[in-house]
């Protein structure tokens, strides 16, 4: 029987093989419905009627966990930055747990679970994979190295932040990859996506417009006061959420036929780009411009749709922003150089810090920069070393993982990044894939490129969840194939629309 063959990126050219259930699945799932099975006829048998429901609710629960780990990922994408703000709210004085945390772990277990028994899809680690756990290993080994120095209420903190920002986003990819993914599975996926960034857009909206706070969260504390933050805890991450939501219903337009679904997505790509902006926020808009920049380099169709689409938007918002917002804020909000000073002096500092701990860092942290900082406080020029004094963290990703982890966990990162890069090129340029599957590749390509250019202005601390969209959607990518046997695939492509 043919078996899939994978290219170096892990991408499917053929159908998966068949789910295999190696000795020990079938004898986990054997112990599972024995257990369920000796319950419920115990229960039956006592007349306790209550326990029984409970124990098929139990074994429906196992059905659905073990079955459509896709349907709780999707769970995962598309709740975190909508509706589990409100089960969160609820659950916000229990320690560190939130539902996207929980939903996590339940994905991570099930991967673990199915790899240990050789049950459903047997995919190798790939040179990604390896590259990603390199990095996750680095960050948990010096984390672990500063535990001697710490109290307890550091130590929780700290996990909070290595797990919710980096060990859920990257990992992600594993868990991603572990997965059966259809064109068609993930051409829903995305539009879900952009319902999801609608829902976001009206938040931002009843946010800034109205006042309305039943989105902001209580379980961590939401930093910018007057700027629309949406269901995040900083206008930030909202901003560079709808900013990359819109790369992703972009993709969708442009591999849509009908008028009416590309109008409409149209219509959705526009208002999350007025959701960007009602963020108040420099950098998402510098994100979703060094992703738009990517799309024209690599999708040709789009070319001149992108160049008379920046002159029509940029007639659009001279006309129509004077009308809905205070110009007079928003004009000083971007011309504001506080930040900017802050951000030199900051850096500065900074490759003093890494001068002092070049290896491996002051150790991995959320305040491991505020604790070191003082006695390498310094300026540049003009700019002094007092506009870094008051600030905790050095507002440049790949310098803070530098400070905390040193040239060794940078380079981890670089490569980990490059690996993803190199991964989604590789599709793209593969001209035996599909159209729609390279074309996904390019649009993910410049998701993550929108990342990583945020990381030039911001620390990933700040992101809970677009991070964690952006690598998860590299997984997803990195092993999609096509919905039709190979024999039926040629001059055909998946018609969405």
Known sequence: MSQARLTSGGHFTTPPPPRSTGLGGRLAELGFWAVIGLALAYF?????????????????VGVFLVTSPKVIAILWMVGQPTFFVFP?????????FTLERGLFLILLGLMLVRTLTRSGIRRPLNGLEWSILAFVGVLVCSFLTTLPLKDLKIVRSDIALLFQCYLMPWLSILIARRMDWTELDVLRFLRLLTVTGIALVAIGVLQFFFHVQWFTPRSFEVIHEGRTTGTFGNAVEYGSTLSGLAILTLAQFTMARDPLLR??????CGAMVGGVIICLTRSPLVGLAAGLLVIYLGDPRIRSFLAGGAVVGLIGAILIIPLVLDTDALTARFEEMEPIYNRVALFATAGQMIGAYPLFGVGFGRYGFSDYKTAYLTGIGEIGAEWAASIGIPHLEYIHIAVLTGLVGLGCYILATRACIRTLRAISANKQTSPFTRTVAIYVLALLVSLIVNGLFVDFMAYNYFASLVYFMVGVTSVMRPDLPASRRSGETLPIG
């Open 44 to 60: 039956i048998g006592s007349a306790d009627w209550v326990s029984a429901a409970l124990v098929i609710g139990l074994g429906a």
């Open 263 to 268: 109008a409409v997505l149209l219509a959705c």
């Open 88 to 96: 969160n709210n609820v659950a916000s004085g229990v320690p560190f």
